[in-house]
């Protein structure tokens, strides 16, 4: 909470601050002076939250972040990143720096596969990464690798798939969500977050005046106190590539 109360004052007096810590236990721990002293006051600091979704496997439920984005979307004057690869680590680097303003940029604890190639399609807040025509399949961060191994499912089943990052939450990148979805019959979101509060309700939400059939694949509701890894955890919330395949060919019609 000291942490930052400080970067409140840091930021309002010219510094470019950054704050550092485990996702969960700077979302929470520290929420009520993220609202009052950052939110509200519009201060322009750069919350690192490392650890999204099940990051920490080995660490238990204390240290999982998959609520996160409930509270923080919540919150007024405030830009959220979920970064996929390396590249993107980066660019937000890159933007936090020449462009410092009110963030949550979620990390995860690992470092991912590469999907990303070029800034400017980037900036834009949804990339489509592979083009297809009947279903769209979108998620961000970690789960981009399990999307992509939905999306050659779906293909080797002679589905035409898309495959996008969604790796802005908030604002909602409308016109390049539009631009980027507008071509598909229908959506599959996936995420390491529960339905409530996450990219699902946020991708629901922006299409709400041009809706689409959309099957979003998220988290239960549930605590998680089982461990075993992360793969292990996926498979018991659904989460593996196996349960998704099945959901996704009951919701295309095709199981």
């Given at each position: 909470q000291n942490m930052i109360n400080l970067a409140a004052g840091l930021a309002q007096c010219g510094h470019k601050v950054y704050c550092y810590a485990m996702a969960p236990f700077l979302v929470f721990r520290c929420f009520e002076q993220i609202k009052v002293t950052l939110a509200t006051m519009?201060?322009?600091?750069?919350?690192?939250g490392v650890g999204a979704g099940f990051s920490?496997?080995?660490?238990?439920?204390?240290?999982?972040?998959?609520d996160d984005l409930g509270a923080m979307r919540s919150l007024p004057n405030i830009?959220?990143?979920?970064?996929?690869?390396?590249?993107?680590?980066?660019?937000?680097v890159d933007l936090t720096l020449n462009k410092p303003a009110f963030r949550y940029i979620r990390l995860d604890r690992k470092p991912l596969p590469d999907f990303h190639e070029d800034t400017k399609a980037w900036n834009k807040g949804i990339v489509e990464l592979e083009k297809g025509e009947e279903v769209l399949?979108?998620?961000?961060?970690?789960?981009m690798q399990k999307a992509a191994s939905l999306v050659?499912?779906?293909k080797s089943r002679g589905i035409s798939a898309g495959l996008a990052?969604?790796?802005?939450?908030?604002?909602?990148?409308?016109?390049?969500?539009?631009?980027?979805?507008?071509?598909?019959?229908?959506?599959?979101?996936i995420e390491?977050?529960?339905l409530e509060g996450g990219s699902g309700e946020m991708l629901a939400q922006a299409m709400a005046q041009k809706p689409k059939p959309m099957l979003s694949i998220a988290l239960p509701n549930r605590p998680f106190p089982e461990n075993g890894g992360r793969e292990y955890v996926h498979k018991l919330a659904g989460l593996d590539v196996e349960a998704m395949t099945s959901r996704s060919l009951n919701f295309l019609e095709l199981s």
């Open positions: 519009d201060q322009p600091v750069t919350l690192l920490y496997d080995d660490a238990g439920p204390t240290h999982y972040a998959v830009e959220i990143i979920t970064p996929c690869d390396d590249f993107s680590v980066k660019a937000c399949v979108l998620s961000n961060g970690y789960m050659k499912v779906l990052d969604m790796h802005r939450i908030k604002p909602i990148p409308t016109a390049a969500l539009a631009a980027v979805t507008n071509k598909y019959q229908k959506l599959i979101c390491e977050h529960v």
